[in-house]
C-alpha cells in the first residue's frame, strides 16, 4: 500500500464504529454483524483478501482496492461514501501511519493479547441503538460530517420509532401492537413498549 492508503486505512478503522450509523442504517443491518459469516466480522480489521475482515485490501499489486465490508443495502450510499471517505480523510490530513496490522483470520479466534498488540482493538456495534451512541461520541467524525448534520440524521433515525406510535395510538390493540413489534424489530428502538400493550 501507498503511504496516504495507509493512512487512510487507519482511520478509517479507527472511526469504524461511529460511520456504522450511515453504512448500517437499520436495525435489522446488524444481523449481518457476525463472525463466521464473511460479513467483515466484529472487529475494526483489515487483510488481504480477507472475507473476515472489516475492510479487504483485494485485487492485483498495483490494482487493489479496499473494499468496506460494513455496508449493506439499505443505506444511501452518498451517506455511506461520505463517512467513509470522512474517515479515511482524516488519517490522510494528519498523516498517520497505519497501527493496525493485517488479520489473517478472524480477528475473534485471536487471544485478546494477541489483538492488541496487532492494534485491533475496535469492535463494530451489535445493534443500531450502539451505532448510534458511537457516532454521537466521534468528535473528529461529527466535525467532518457537519455536527449539524448528524444531530439531524440522528434525530430522524430515530423519530421514526415516534411517527410509528403516533400512528400506532389510533389503530385497533391488534394492529398497535404489530406496528409496535416493527417498529422495534426494524427500527431498533422502543424495546419493550409493545410489551405493555393489553
Not at 435489522?28 to 472487529?43: E, K, L, M, N
Not at 478472524?106 to 492488541?116: C, D, H, P, S, T
Not at 395510538?169 to 416493527?182: I, P
Request: glycine letters at 10%; hydrophobic letters at 45%; charged letters at 25%.
Amino acid at each position: 500500500m501507498t503511504p496516504l492508503e495507509r493512512s487512510f486505512l487507519q482511520t478509517l478503522l479507527e472511526h469504524m464504529p461511529g460511520t456504522a450509523a450511515l453504512t448500517l442504517p437499520h436495525r435489522s443491518s446488524y444481523a449481518r454483524v457476525g463472525d463466521g459469516v464473511w460479513s467483515g466480522g466484529t472487529f475494526a480489521a483489515w487483510g488481504i483478501d480477507n472475507r473476515e475482515a472489516a475492510v479487504r485490501l483485494t485485487g492485483a499489486p498495483a490494482k487493489h482496492r479496499f473494499e468496506v465490508r460494513t455496508v449493506d443495502g439499505t443505506t444511501s450510499p452518498y451517506l455511506s461514501l461520505a463517512a467513509i471517505l470522512g474517515a479515511g480523510m482524516l488519517g490522510v490530513k494528519a498523516g498517520r501511519e497505519l497501527e493496525i496490522a493485517e488479520c489473517e483470520g478472524m480477528a475473534v479466534e485471536l487471544e485478546e493479547g494477541e489483538r492488541k498488540r496487532r492494534g485491533i482493538v475496535g469492535r463494530l456495534p451489535r445493534t443500531l441503538v450502539d451505532a448510534r451512541a458511537f457516532l454521537r461520541a466521534d468528535q473528529e467524525l461529527c466535525s467532518v460530517l457537519g455536527e449539524e448534520f448528524v444531530e439531524k440524521y440522528l434525530a430522524v433515525n430515530e423519530v421514526r420509532f415516534i411517527f410509528i406510535v403516533l400512528i400506532a395510538s389510533y389503530c385497533h390493540v391488534s394492529t398497535k401492537k404489530t406496528l409496535l413489534v416493527f417498529a422495534h424489530h426494524y427500527l431498533g428502538v422502543g424495546e419493550g413498549v409493545h410489551r405493555g400493550l393489553a
